[in-house]
């Protein structure tokens, strides 16, 4: 069975401050696909990254950057100077082989960011 | 522009009285889904669909039911709605030529009274 563990219900920072979100997951599949996606008060699901379970390089994209670490099962987000529009609710999610029929993503319970001005 | 159209956005219904949301992608892929968000739970999958007439049950398929007969539409039924149903729902597509990636729809905000 699949599991997906972001212990931080809510955080909230002061803006410029850096954040990082924790997500830590479960899985027997060797080879499996883990995602993050934010959450606006607008309630749409924002694609922000995907990352292939061989590939553990770290990954910058502007403020955001990943860290994947496969020895500790932790795909932890970091927003840097983080802003008021970066508030939302955040999900860390994995997925099976793509190639496998179901490919359903599993869920993590999500993770509120409030961002102070 | 390539997206997934879910409608309606918000609707609110009473016990029973049937509905349908709608949804439809136009970047022909083969795998769609439907989820549904509660407080604390994260999203939890309803159905999926590999392709036309090829659907199958999630993690919380009770109470629901889906129909693929098109590959661009895999709208999601509740035939006797309960409160317990009342949910934030997405629907979701998949396919090989975006790297199988994701895209979600905006959400259907159901209310059932």
């Known amino acids: 069975a699949q599991k997906v563990t972001q212990a931080q219900t809510e955080i909230s920072v002061v803006e410029k401050e850096d954040v990082t979100l924790d997500c830590v997951y479960e899985?027997?599949?060797?080879?499996?696909?883990l995602f993050w996606y934010k959450q606006p008060p607008s309630g749409e699901l924002v694609f922000l990254i995907r990352?292939?379970?061989?590939?553990?390089q770290n990954e910058i994209s502007g403020r955001y950057s990943w860290n994947f670490q496969k020895s500790t099962s932790s795909f932890n987000f970091t927003i840097t100077a983080s802003q008021v529009v970066d508030s939302a609710v955040y999900f860390c999610?994995?997925?099976?082989?793509?190639?496998?029929?179901?490919?359903?993503?599993?869920f993590g319970s999500g993770t509120r960011l409030q961002v102070q001005p | 522009e390539a997206q997934v159209t879910q409608n309606p956005r918000y609707l609110i219904t009473v016990t029973g009285k049937k509905l349908t949301v709608t949804c439809s992608q136009n970047?022909?892929?083969?795998?769609m889904s439907w989820y549904r968000q509660d407080p604390g739970l994260g999203l939890r999958q309803i159905y999926y669909s590999m392709n036309v007439e090829v659907t199958d049950k999630g993690d919380v398929p009770e109470g629901y039911k889906v129909s693929r007969k098109e590959k661009r539409n895999f709208p999601l039924i509740l035939e006797s709605p309960s409160p317990n149903q009342t949910s934030l729902y997405f629907c979701?597509?998949?396919?090989?030529?975006?790297?199988?990636?994701?895209?979600f729809g905006s959400g259907t905000r159901l209310t059932v009274v």
């Open positions: 899985t027997r599949d060797t080879t499996y696909y």
């Open positions: 999610a994995l997925c099976p082989p793509m190639d496998t029929g179901r490919r359903a993503l599993t």
């Open positions: 990352r292939n379970s061989f590939d553990e």
């Open positions: 970047m022909n892929h083969e795998y």
């Open positions: 979701a597509s998949s396919g090989g030529a975006s790297g199988y990636g994701y895209t």
